[in-house]
């Protein structure tokens, strides 16, 4: 069982690391496609709208396939979207590259997932399933470093390293991690499905509604800045990539360290709503503070401030989603997903559409939709009961 998980940590650590690998590499990329902002914007965009739309089928495929051949595809498929923005000489390719490596590489955390319940007992699966989060933080957190360090002198290894740890990735699950789930145990009558759109709209003007909003906001913003800002750090400072990845990298440790050692005491002590208004509060000074930044040590002063400003957001409102949902917590979660998924598509595309017409746009438009959430949050965030049965969101 320990080599099962080595694996697991190993595969959805590589899958983590080779998103972030190539972030510092990107803008780079698009400049020499004659591609701008929104070029920039849209290759984010697309990787988080094939997940979208492909990530809900993966782990009911792999009900009736079992876990193994998903895992398989997940890391093959990352190493082939890699290798194809390796090779890549035109936008097209980049964004075909991209998009299938959205596609291929979601299969591999729910699969995880699915692998770890159907091995562990109630009492080890709280710790299993914190492994796959520990996995894709240090994922996340190693990836943009690694990549800006690799593209010293050339664009192209960065791909090529991430390709070949996915491969690498793809022998120990064939040679070495064993199918979880028997045939006997596969269920035959699933019928596969992708996101439920019409119970994400009810969803909406239902109990959880300006909490889904929340959900949509905070990824919003944070792909606001994410989505856009190797491109914007290289126009406006000129930086190379090994710089970038530096930046990102700071931002990388923030946002765990804040997640993972002061969410929990803070919503202890002054409650989930107050830490949420806290944090949409703070996200209007932390995109306006990035404008200010004219040195590398400000530039990661800010960037870092803005996330610490930004990273209590997700578990607040995912908390609030969860309480507030009195039965259907599996409806609850995945529609917190899908509205966080949706602001992972709009976020990149509104920011690089903005800065193709100024590069503070994106913070200063970030800004302003932070001030009207707060606002907001004033009137329709409160404390109080828990929300009416969510299921009721998925009647026709």
Wanted: with cysteine.
């Amino acid at each position: 069982m320990k080599r099962s998980l080595a694996i697991l940590f190993f595969t959805l650590v590589v899958t983590m690391l080779s998103f972030g690998i190539v972030i510092p590499i990107l803008p780079f990329y698009v400049e020499a496609f004659h591609g701008g902002g929104l070029a920039m914007g849209f290759l984010m965009a697309i990787f988080s709208l094939m997940q979208f739309i492909f990530s809900p089928l993966w782990g009911s495929v792999s009900d009736r396939y079992g876990r193994k051949p998903m895992l398989l595809l997940g890391a093959f498929g990352n190493a082939i979207a890699l290798a194809l923005m390796g090779f890549a000489n035109n936008l097209l390719v980049l964004y075909a590259g991209r998009a299938l490596g959205g596609i291929l590489s979601c299969a591999t955390l729910p699969t995880a997932m699915a692998f770890i319940s159907d091995t562990t007992s109630e009492e080890e699966r709280g710790g299993g399933m914190g492994l796959t989060g520990a996995a894709m933080g240090l994922g996340m957190v190693l990836g943009p470093g690694l990549g800006g360090a690799l593209a010293k002198n050339s664009l192209h290894p960065p791909f090529f390293v991430g390709a070949g740890l996915s491969l690498l990735a793809v022998i120990l699950i064939w040679a070495f991690l064993p199918e979880s789930l028997p045939i006997e145990k596969r269920d035959q009558s699933i019928h596969v499905r992708g996101p439920q759109l019409s119970i994400i709209w009810k969803a909406l003007f239902g109990p959880l509604g300006f909490l889904l909003m929340l959900a949509f906001l905070h990824n919003f913003a944070l792909t606001n800045f994410e989505g856009i800002f190797g491109y914007y750090a290289q126009r406006r400072y000129d930086y190379d990539p090994a710089t970038i990845g530096l930046i990102l990298t700071f931002v990388g440790l923030t946002s765990a360290i804040v997640q993972g050692m002061l969410t929990g005491p803070a919503t202890r002590k002054w409650g989930d709503v107050a830490v949420t208004k806290a944090s949409l509060f703070a996200s209007i000074f932390g995109f306006s503070l990035m404008l200010l930044a004219n040195s590398l040590a400000t530039v990661i002063l800010t960037t870092s401030l803005f996330i610490l400003s930004n990273a209590m957001l997700r578990p607040g409102v995912a908390s609030l989603i969860s309480k507030r949902a009195t039965s259907g917590q599996g409806m609850a979660m995945g529609l917190n997903n899908a509205f966080m998924s949706l602001g992972r598509i709009v976020g990149p595309l509104w920011a690089g559409g903005v800065l193709d017409i100024n590069l503070g746009y994106p913070f200063v438009t970030g800004a302003v939709i932070m001030l009207i959430g707060f606002v907001a949050s004033l009137f329709y965030l409160r404390e109080g009961l828990p929300a009416k049965n969510i299921q009721s969101v998925s009647a026709d």
